[in-house]
């Protein structure tokens, strides 16, 4: 049986690397819309309607217009958008959080995670599971992430020359300083922390591949909970997981001269997370490709789940 699929959003970033794993399945047929049609709601409309899997590659508001367009209980939507994260009629599609790809399974509405949200939460969500971490805790973060997160308008800035020199992208920019980033609603809702983390994003002048740091002090955890505590119990979290990987705590063969390499997991649906600490210091860094894990490939590995077929086709590990 072939399942229909549609990507409603096909030109965009997220978009174009759907269909990249996409044409590697034989039991998908991809639905291609007329690029001069896409904007059409009743073109549009034909092509959600008649779809098993629709995958909204859309600005929120763009992504509410075509869930207005839907007129049957058979599509099954998975949005990559902010719009539906934090709706409780939307599944979260993170199935490596305890009984979420049961979820998932059953679902007829998903939405990708963000993807700084991606490592924040399921970096602090087993830590408040085991007891390690407390919910009030005052917990802080700080990603840096490649440009290509930014989307189409972003990478055509940073890979211009001219713009790139007149603004000086060459260097990394702090953004989102006012609290107000659209990832930190969810970050807050399935981290299962009780107040929002303080969180910096940084973007910088390499195309893709993400690193979340979270900080942490002994002295203020639980039973002053030590950096290998910490890397204990994400592996007993994760240890079964097939596509996030606890790195081993003596984690120096894994540097470069003792510096972290962001990109290693690009290209890949791989997130791998270390735990570094010394003398009730604890400094917790996951690293993904932010159009992998991140989102594109995320919202695939949804899609295998809801379809039933092995979680990992198409995708890399």
Same mark, same amino acid.
């Given at each position: 049986?072939?399942?229909?699929?549609?990507?409603d959003?096909?030109?965009g970033t =997220?978009g174009? @690397?759907?269909?990249?794993y996409l044409a @590697?399945?034989s039991?998908? !047929?991809?639905l291609?819309i007329?690029?001069d049609k896409? @904007?059409?709601p009743?073109?549009?409309?034909?092509f959600? +309607?008649?779809?098993?899997i629709?995958f909204?590659?859309?600005p929120?508001?763009?992504a509410k217009?075509?869930i207005?367009?839907? @007129?049957n209980?058979?599509t099954?939507?998975i949005?990559t958008?902010t719009a539906f994260?934090?709706? $409780? +009629?939307?599944a979260y &599609?993170l199935?490596?959080?305890k009984n979420?790809? !049961?979820v998932i399974? =059953?679902a007829?509405?998903?939405?990708?995670?963000?993807c700084h949200a991606? &490592?924040?939460i399921? =970096?602090?969500r087993?830590?408040?599971?085991?007891g390690?971490?407390?919910?009030?805790?005052p917990? =802080?973060c700080?990603s840096l992430?490649?440009?290509?997160?930014?989307?189409?308008?972003g990478i055509?800035?940073?890979? +211009?020359s001219?713009?790139?020199?007149e603004?000086?992208?060459?260097?990394?920019?702090?953004y989102?300083l006012?609290?107000n980033h $659209?990832?930190?609603?969810?970050?807050?809702m399935y981290?299962g922390?009780l107040?929002e983390?303080?969180?910096t994003?940084?973007?910088?002048?390499?195309?893709?591949?993400?690193?979340m740091s979270?900080?942490l002090?002994s %002295?203020?955890?639980?039973?002053?909970a030590s950096?290998k505590d910490?890397?204990e119990?994400?592996?007993?979290y994760?240890e079964?997981e %097939?596509?996030?990987h606890?790195?081993?705590?003596?984690?120096?063969?894994?540097l470069?001269e003792g510096?972290?390499?962001?990109?290693?997991?690009?290209?890949t649906?791989?997130?791998?997370i270390?735990?570094f &600490?010394?003398e009730?210091k604890?400094?917790?860094i996951?690293r993904?490709?932010n159009l992998?894990?991140?989102?594109s490939?995320?919202?695939?590995?949804n899609?295998?789940?809801m379809?039933?077929l092995?979680e990992?086709?198409?995708?890399?590990?």
């Open positions: 049986m072939k399942y229909k699929v549609f990507v959003g096909q030109e =997220t174009l @690397k759907i269909f990249e @590697k399945l039991d998908i !047929e991809v291609r007329d690029s896409r @904007k059409n009743e073109e549009r409309s034909k959600l +309607n008649g779809a098993d629709v909204l590659c859309l929120d508001s763009a217009e075509s207005e367009l839907v @007129k209980d058979k099954r939507i949005n958008s994260r934090t709706d $409780k +009629n939307w &599609g199935p490596e959080l979420q790809r !049961e399974q =059953t007829s509405r998903v939405s990708v995670p963000g991606t &490592g924040f399921l =970096t602090i087993p830590l408040i599971e085991a390690i971490l407390p919910e009030d805790y917990v =802080t700080y992430t490649g440009y290509s997160g930014a989307g189409k308008s055509e800035e940073y890979e +211009n001219v713009l790139a020199a603004r000086k992208l060459h260097v990394p920019r702090h989102a006012q609290h $659209k990832h930190i609603p969810e970050m807050l981290s922390l107040y983390p303080l969180f994003p940084i973007k910088a002048n390499y195309a893709q591949g993400l690193a979270v900080p002090i %002295r203020i955890l639980p039973k002053n950096a910490v890397h119990a994400l592996s007993a994760f079964s %097939r596509f996030v606890v790195m081993p705590y003596d984690s120096e063969a894994y470069d510096q972290f390499m962001i990109s290693e997991c690009n290209h649906n791989r997130l791998e270390f735990v &600490g010394q009730g604890v400094n917790i996951s993904y490709d992998g894990k991140g989102a490939g995320a919202a695939v590995q899609m295998n789940i379809l039933g092995d990992g086709n198409s995708l890399v590990n």
